[in-house]
């Protein structure tokens, strides 16, 4: 659910009109709704209510400081995997306590800021991250709190390149390996080791791929134990889809991703954290945009936007699908026809979709990209000198600018021409 709907024939985020929005700060941009961004919240706070439990949002999904703030006066802790997410999410106000630190490429500068800055845990991935993590707590005279992450090799059937937790993917340690690993940090003494980590993936639409994930870390949680570790929490990561396309079955709720968590693992007795990103901001935002030209190809159609990849590179990266709505609402029974619809960009990839059936639309008018809450803004670039697009956080009836669209003179002026020239 989202509050993206149609009142008197023309699309509201919550309480304020989408054209409002547009008339005042210009198109293309992303807007979010608070309250959308608090149910999923919640929801997945109440999915594991009776488990000790934090529920770290994946921040890489939209990093903007509202956002973060936004979640973060409700309890969510959040989950980062650099040092510019670790210093996003400590200036919107976050403690070091609720911070997880994940991600295979972490540097001794990022790992010395969170140390000195505070700090959750690390989510280890490798024996040689583990050796410049001891090494660098031992500089700065603390014990740094760590879990490995294991690598299942279980197929969370998604796509290729969001697959996480198969043995050729770059994340964590093969789980055969875990007990040596562990018997590693154990001699460390700049570490302490606390748990286990496990993520196979995103946008997962099916529960079975986690409860053969949560098998396998049952059963190491009980290994490790037996051989005289402390395991006291459990990093279940996150990844549970989104339906992105309206028309097909919704995946797995958290309420059932919960009762899973608690069948398989709740006899443990460790705190438990996940770290959803995706479905806490996807369906909280829209991508609205401005029909430039209806253009007439041979054989097809095309709406031309003013809006490209980009600004939303999801289409062309992972052809992925979002659903593409008037903001008018259309007539009943209007006929719907096929187009292309496209971004200005100089590149034959710059393709939201095609043939995809829309009701008869003209230059100027409006249409809004669904569930682009999340892996929108934070991927988008300035390729063909385009400005990064303004971010609106909506909440009841007002709504306010969290990111600025850059001036042309902005974006230029952080180049630097070399005195030579």
Known sequence: MDHFLYRDGALYAEDVAISEIAAAVGTPFYVYSTATLLRHFRLFDEALEGMDHLVCYAMKANSNQAVLRTLAEVGAGMDVVSGGEYRRARAAGVPGERIVFSGVGKTREEIRTALEGGIRQFNVESEPEMVLLDAVAQEVGVKAPITVRVNPDVDAKTHAKIATGKSENKFGIPISRAREVYAMAAKMPGLEVIGIDVHIGSQLTELEPYELAYQKV??????????????????????????????????????????????????LGCEIEIEPGRLIAGNAGLLVSEVIYV?????????????????????????????????????????????????????????????????????GDLVAFRSAGAYGAVMSSEYNSRPLIPEVLVKDDQFAVIRARPTFDEMIKRDTIPEWL
């Open 295 to 363: 253009k007439s190809g041979e054989g097809r159609d095309f709406l031309i936007l003013d809006s490209a990849m980009n600004d939303l590179i999801r289409p062309a990266m992972y052809d992925a699908y979002h659903d593409i709505i008037p903001v008018v609402e259309p007539a009943a029974g209007v006929e719907m026809q096929p187009m292309d619809i496209v971004g200005p960009v100089c590149e034959s990839g710059d393709t939201f979709a095609k043939q995809r059936l829309m009701p008869p639309l003209q230059s």
């Open 218 to 267: 049952a059963d190491l949680t009980e290994t490790l134990r037996a051989d005289g570790h402390k395991i006291t929490r459990l990093d279940l990561g996150g990844g549970l889809g989104i339906p992105y396309e309206r028309s097909n079955a919704d995946p797995p709720l958290p309420s059932d991703y919960g009762a899973l968590v608690k069948r398989t693992l709740g006899h």
